[in-house]
């Protein structure tokens, strides 16, 4: 599935930092530079995600880091990078 802004994304490992095993949750705000060549290729834009809904410190990651399930192709668990827990709004042109 292709990331688009908007999307939400959930960390597979709970933060060392933070107590009761909280996960990290980030939204794409921005889209993927995926021209070669281009500073920044292959990273996307992102904002952590608060209890309160509010975004707080944007930052670039590496589009390698977001994926669409939380198993590996092995079927084992993923250890790092976030995986999508809600798809923005998609509009379709008739």
């Not at 688009?4 to 107590?19: F, I, N």
């Not at 281009?38 to 996307?44: A, D, L, N, P, S």
């Amino acid at each position: 599935m292709a990331i688009e802004p908007g999307d939400e994304y959930l960390a597979c490992k709970p933060s060392a930092s933070m107590p009761n095993g909280h996960r990290t949750r980030i939204r794409v705000v921005g889209k993927p530079i995926t021209a070669w060549g281009r500073y920044g290729y292959g990273k996307v834009d992102v904002v952590t995600i608060t209890d309160a809904g509010r975004e707080v410190r944007r930052r670039v990651i590496g589009i390698a880091q977001l994926h669409d399930s939380a198993t590996t192709q092995y079927g084992m668990p993923r250890l790092t990078g976030y995986v999508r827990v809600t798809t923005a709004d998609r509009f379709t042109e008739n």
